[in-house]
């Protein structure tokens, strides 16, 4: 998607080879066009799939999540890395370990909100190792739900998520695949 990766190359910041910045647009500060923009990249994709819910990992993935869930008119669902003291009840849990924390975290989903009869579509910000999204199907198939596929903003194609999870028979779809993060310079894969 042009428009994404003229933004990574006009705002984004490479900390270093490996971690990305986005905070201008998308991870702190969030650009409403540019999401509704991308749901509509994803929502033409997906078109046809029979997509009942869109799932997120909170937070990041939550804006594009709740543009795209809209522009298709399903529910949005947020994987809570925090359990809620209030509803514990019929929680499916699983452990992820975090890309840029280097620490595990606890994922959970409630059973109320995700079934047999649902086909996700699950929606990420990044994909560099694949943890939160394997961790995500993980929850999804507790629940009996099946996996339409992941949309992804920005895929890190030099870190092995998307061949993890297209082994996994997860079809991924990312809007800008970053070569190489560069001091010079962020390279595209096409
Ligand atoms: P994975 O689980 O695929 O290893 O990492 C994906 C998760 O880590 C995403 O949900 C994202 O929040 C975070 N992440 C991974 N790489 C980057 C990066 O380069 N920049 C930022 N801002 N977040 C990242």
Known sequence: MQLLKDRILSEGRAL??????????????????????IACDFAEHFADMGVTKVVTIESSGIAPAVFTAHRMGVPMIILKKQPSKVLNEDLYHTMITSYTKGTNYELTLSSKYVGENDHVLIIDDFLANGEAATGAIRLLRMAHATVAGLGILIEKSFQPG?????????????????????????????
């Not at 990305?20 to 500060?29: E, G, M």
């Open 162 to 190: 998307r061949d993890k999870l297209e082994r996994a028979g997860v079809h991924v779809y990312s809007l800008a695949r970053i070569a190489g993060l560069k001091k010079d310079g962020i390279e595209f894969l096409d």
């Open 16 to 37: 270093n080879e490996d971690i990305l910045k986005v905070d201008s647009f998308i991870n702190h500060q969030v650009d409403t066009n540019l999401m509704e923009a």
